[in-house]
């Protein structure tokens, strides 16, 4: 397995692929520092996108994945890809999306396995109340995560409504 390391604004990341497919990123914490780095054409370009992704000029991932899990989590984080940039969707919509609406908290579960967050952006998940729940990066993450794509989509609607005032 190979393995990079990114800083980002939520701290260092650790990316892992297997050559030719992204496996793994984990949050600081997460992981022990005791791998050597040896990094790889999959991992150059995820760090770039993720790079890209924090700087406000990327809002989607095209990256090989390989997430190893049941069919149940698959379908989950299936449902997470699809989940666009700058919204939210409650664990119900996905239990409702994946045709088994009484999984919630099934759902809850394969989303806090989720093995490439960001990329697969289990962050855009929210209690049905609207609170901020459970993130293998914390909730601290979560809410800047969230908060960056809420910016940069109200900075793009005032642009755009400020050059269709003139």
């Not at 297997?18 to 054409?41: C, M, P, R």
């Not at 000029?57 to 095209?62: A, D, I, P, S």
């Not at 908290?105 to 459970?134: E, F, K, Q, Y």
Request: proline share 5%.
């Amino acid at each position: 397995m190979n393995y990079q390391h990114l800083d980002t604004p939520i701290g260092t990341l650790r990316l892992a692929s297997n050559g030719t497919q992204l496996l793994k990123i984990e949050f600081e914490g997460q992981y022990n520092n005791n791998v050597v780095e040896a990094s790889d054409a999959v991992l150059v370009n995820c760090a770039h996108q993720l790079t890209d992704y924090f700087a406000g000029k990327r809002q989607r991932f095209e990256l090989p994945l390989r997430a190893k899990g049941t069919p149940f989590q698959q379908a989950v984080w299936d449902a997470l890809a699809d989940i666009p940039y700058g919204e939210l969707r409650s664990y119900r919509d996905i239990a409702r999306n994946i045709g088994n609406p009484a999984a919630v908290r099934a759902v809850g579960a394969a989303s806090g396995r989720n093995p490439l967050p960001i990329v697969v952006p289990c962050h855009r998940v929210i209690g049905s109340n609207g609170s901020l729940t459970g993130f293998a990066g914390g909730l601290e993450t979560k809410r800047v995560l969230l908060q960056l794509e809420a910016r940069l989509i109200h900075d793009a609607a005032t642009k755009k409504s400020s050059e269709n005032a003139w």
